[in-house]
């Protein structure tokens, strides 16, 4: 179930902790969110084209939405809104469990954006997120069509504005997305190699300037993944960086050692932290492991 590189990792996991799978039937199972008001979980399952929620009091899993505009990521706004990635829509909305929706981009330059991926919102209520092709490559999961702006990139919107505007342009096909603790970095995993022969499978890590609310450098290589790509990642609050990949979850240092991974029988594609729970989803399931 693990590998360990590093006996730091062990004392990561709890050591009562077994893998629990708590659903499945999935066919891509993508970017968990949880709502702590809701004691809830919930998730994308992007090629079914709906919205899941898991009620951790009653075990409970059900349909949020359905149709759901093809949702990939999902993270929370300073307010506890749901933030969501919409692949159909291609847009980035607010979304209520009720139901209600609010555009939060759905433009650049007077382009249509591509398909958004991954969001995360800082700490100032920006809100940032990748832009691949992914949902418009085939109608899998979204619509087939070509892309107006011609790039895929990372986007800030600006919190009273609503400005969106273009952070960086340099990778094929930026996917997760997450700021280190203190916010000066940005980290954002490039799954480019599913389109160019060698490509990226990689996290690059940039350099934020809070105070000009911008990506003012950096680019340098994190990680490179052991196995398939990274996809969608999270950080702990000592600033370990736990990235979901075909093989499960890696766990990294500050500085870029690899800890050890938690193996799954799915790829994994994203994962999020709930107190002392880490859940994952994996292709067509979703896992939970108990962590100290």
Request: charged share 25%; proline share 4%; with cysteine.
């Amino acid at each position: 179930m693990y590998d360990v590189f590093d006996d730091r990792f062990v004392d990561l996991i709890a050591p009562s902790g077994e893998l629990e799978h708590l659903a499945d039937g999935c066919a891509w199972a993508e970017g968990p969110v949880y709502v702590a008001a809701e004691r809830a979980l919930y998730w994308s399952d992007v090629r079914n084209d709906r919205r899941m929620r898991f009620d951790e009091a009653t075990g409970e899993v059900s349909e949020a939405e359905r149709p759901a505009n093809f949702c990939n990521g999902h993270t929370l706004d300073r307010d506890g809104v749901i933030v969501a990635c919409e692949h159909g829509t291609r847009s980035v909305v607010r979304w209520w469990p009720d139901g209600r929706r609010e555009t939060v981009a759905d433009s650049f330059d007077g382009k249509r954006l591509n398909s958004p991926n991954d969001v995360v919102v800082a700490s100032d209520g920006a809100v940032w997120f990748t832009d691949p092709t992914y949902g418009i490559d085939s109608d899998a999961e979204g619509y087939a069509a070509e892309s107006e702006i011609g790039s895929s990139n990372v986007y800030r919107v600006h919190p009273a504005t609503g400005e969106v505007t273009v952070q960086i342009t340099d990778l094929v096909r930026p996917n997760g997305l997450a700021f280190s603790p203190d916010e000066t970095r940005l980290f954002v995993s490039d799954t480019g190699v599913s389109h160019v022969e060698g490509g990226p499978r990689h996290i690059r890590v940039f350099d934020v300037d809070e105070p000009v609310a911008q990506v003012t450098g950096g680019g340098g290589v994190f990680a490179t993944c052991p196995a398939g790509v990274f996809d969608g990642f999270r950080f702990d609050d000592s600033g370990r960086l736990w990235a979901s990949g075909e093989q499960g979850v890696h766990v990294y240092t500050t500085d870029g050692v690899l800890l050890g991974t938690i193996r799954l029988p799915e790829t994994c594609a994203n994962l999020e932290f709930a107190g002392d729970h880490l859940y994952m989803t994996a292709t067509t399931s979703l896992y939970r492991l108990r962590l100290r």
